[in-house]
């Protein structure tokens, strides 16, 4: 089994920066990618960020590409997300997902292995 504890969330103005990180414990997947993923209320979670298991590949949605950055340690079982001059339309709940990286970028919903609790970030205006 595996756990994902995300942290770095909270309440932040536009135009400022906030930090995510994802720490996997439990039997990790080392060749497994990671990502980062967010809901607002109502919709479904859509993709931010996916880093895979070497960090030789990165992933950007459009929204968040040039202010967003993944990355991940040397040891592979922690992520971290970047997000600098947000925007109130970044507000949501964000999850940190573990898994194969056609699974979380493939068409449809994201099918990670595992998924994190989430971390509200909230970008006031």
């Known amino acids: 089994q595996v756990q994902l504890i995300e942290s770095g969330g909270g309440l932040v103005q536009a135009g400022n920066s906030l930090r995510l990180s994802c720490a996997a414990s439990g039997r990790t997947l080392d060749d497994h990618s990671m990502g980062w993923f967010r809901r607002v209320a109502g919709d479904e979670r859509t993709v931010v960020s996916v880093i895979s298991a070497n960090a030789a590949l990165t992933y950007y949605s459009d929204s968040v590409r040039g202010r967003f950055t993944i990355s991940r340690t040397d040891a592979g079982n922690t992520i971290f997300l970047q997000m600098n001059n947000l925007t109130v339309d970044d507000t949501a709940i964000y999850y940190c997902?573990?898994?194969?990286?056609?699974?979380?970028?493939?068409?449809?919903?994201?099918?990670?292995?595992?998924w994190g609790q989430g971390t509200q970030v909230t970008v006031s205006s």
């Open positions: 997902a573990l898994g194969r990286w056609a699974r979380l970028l493939g068409p449809g919903k994201p099918d990670p292995d595992y």
